[in-house]
């Protein structure tokens, strides 16, 4: 807060234009929403605070998470004009500031899903502020103050747990959050208390809006997208079961995603995902990756063989010399709306690919773990497995469409191939006694 009021007061001061009276009214503005701030923090008995910096051996547990670069990720950068009406008080926003922050909104990725009117509004009451690595945003048991975009930069989830043997403290990495994302709206739409702390990883920015104006501005947007979610997971087979509580832990926890064309939205990795993708609306492909053999027969035939799984790649390194290697990229199968991943099935060779405009509805995969001792994750997974292909009748369907492909076009090839006769017939080659007879077809 200090870093944002001290640059206010410079840029305020700098230009000149403010009477007495509109400086004693911002700085009664600052003192009243200060105490406000500080009696909040005051009801719980915790000896760090928001903005308080961690030191490096309380950040040694926080581990890269490699997982959250499967999703796609925009960030924004601002003018340092920009920047400076970000941190001006919006009782001293002219209209022309106000157009200015409104062309810098406009252009966020981050902004992107909102309505003119919320930019517009966003636009009066958004401030900047930009923090060092390990500084803490937001801390758990904290009231929560204000909600924050992340424009440049990354940030933990982190969770303070007391051990009920031994009564230590140790912090646990939940989650990460990357440029392009925002955090901090559950706290303010059900006016509770923090559940987690947020810490900068590296030298982040942000935009943050506070209490009273995202109760003016998002609140509403916010309710409804909450409203929607628990909607749609109510929907979901998989959750029919769930009662209303552990449905609106598994919404909270839980967060909608946009998807571009042609994107990876997941593929394997050395862990279990830590997140169960469900699609909400568009479709994706499974694309599988196989390496074949390439036979050279006789009077130039080819022949396609498939290595053993086993023993593939010692049989590719061993390639004899009528043998080429070719590597192919196949469609499985497409996946549309209602359809899940993540949940453990094998992805070796495999991706998910986005086609067209796809929502993903993101769930921690730990919600479903806690329920019924992990039953209905199991059954997710059990699913996948029974309706997934084999390799071997991947391979051989893949040949049926090859050889069906491979006709086709030969007898395309053999139809353009065909070239009409020359004919060379003229009038003189007509018997006379026809012409004669009809002398206006031939004329």
């Keep these: 807060m200090q870093e944002i009021r001290s640059a206010s007061a410079r840029s305020e001061n700098d230009s000149g234009m403010d009477s007495p009276v509109m400086q004693w009214q911002r700085i009664s503005k600052r003192v009243g929403f200060q105490k406000n701030w500080t009696k909040e923090c005051i009801i719980k008995v915790l000896n760090d605070s928001e903005g308080e910096t961690l030191q490096g051996k309380d950040l040694q547990r926080i581990p890269f998470n490699a997982n959250l670069y499967k999703a796609c990720v925009q960030s924004g950068r601002l003018s340092d004009r920009a920047k400076h009406l970000f941190t001006k008080d919006p009782d001293v926003r002219t209209s022309k500031d106000i157009k200015e922050i409104f062309r810098a909104v406009d252009k966020l990725q981050c902004f992107s899903k909102y309505s003119r009117a919320v930019k517009q509004g966003l636009a009066k009451f958004v401030y900047y502020s930009d923090y060092p690595p390990d500084r803490v945003v937001v801390q758990q048991g904290h009231p929560a103050l204000s909600f924050y975009f992340i424009l440049q930069g990354s940030v933990n989830i982190v969770v303070d747990e007391i051990n009920t043997i031994t009564g230590i403290m ?218 997934n292909w084999k390799r071997e009748d991947i391979f051989k369907a893949y040949i049926r469409t090859r050889e069906w492909d491979q006709y086709k076009q030969a007898k395309a090839t053999n139809v353009v191939s065909r070239k009409p006769k020359l004919r060379t017939t003229t009038t003189n080659d007509i018997p006379i006694h026809v012409r004669e007879e009809n002398p206006n077809y031939f004329s």
């Design 170 to 387: 140790t912090k646990n990495v939940v989650g990460e959050i990357l440029a392009g994302n925002s955090f901090g709206e559950l706290a303010l739409i059900h006016d509770t208390y923090r559940r987690a702390s947020v810490i900068c990883k590296e030298q982040s920015e942000f935009l943050r809006l506070d209490k009273s104006d995202f109760n003016q501005v998002l609140r509403e947007t916010y309710e409804k997208e909450w409203s929607l979610r628990m909607g749609y997971l109510r929907a979901i087979p998989a959750f029919k079961s769930w009662s209303k509580l552990e449905l609106k832990a598994a919404n909270n926890a839980s967060k909608i995603v946009d998807y571009p064309d042609n994107t990876v939205a997941f593929k394997e990795e050395a862990e279990p995902s830590e997140t169960i993708y469900i699609i909400k609306a568009g479709r994706c492909i499974l694309v599988k990756k196989m390496s074949i053999i390439k036979k050279t027969l006789p009077f130039g035939r080819e022949k396609l063989v498939l290595p053993p799984e086993k023993d593939g790649k010692q049989r590719l390194s061993r390639l004899k010399e009528n043998e080429t290697m070719l590597t192919i990229f196949l469609t499985i199968k497409t996946l549309k709306s209602g359809d899940y991943f993540g949940v453990g099935e094998s992805m070796k060779d495999s991706f998910i690919i986005t086609r067209g405009k796809t929502e993903l509805m993101l769930i921690p995969r730990s919600i479903l773990q806690i329920h019924n001792r992990g039953k209905v994750l199991r059954d997710m997974k059990d699913a996948l497995i029974e309706n």
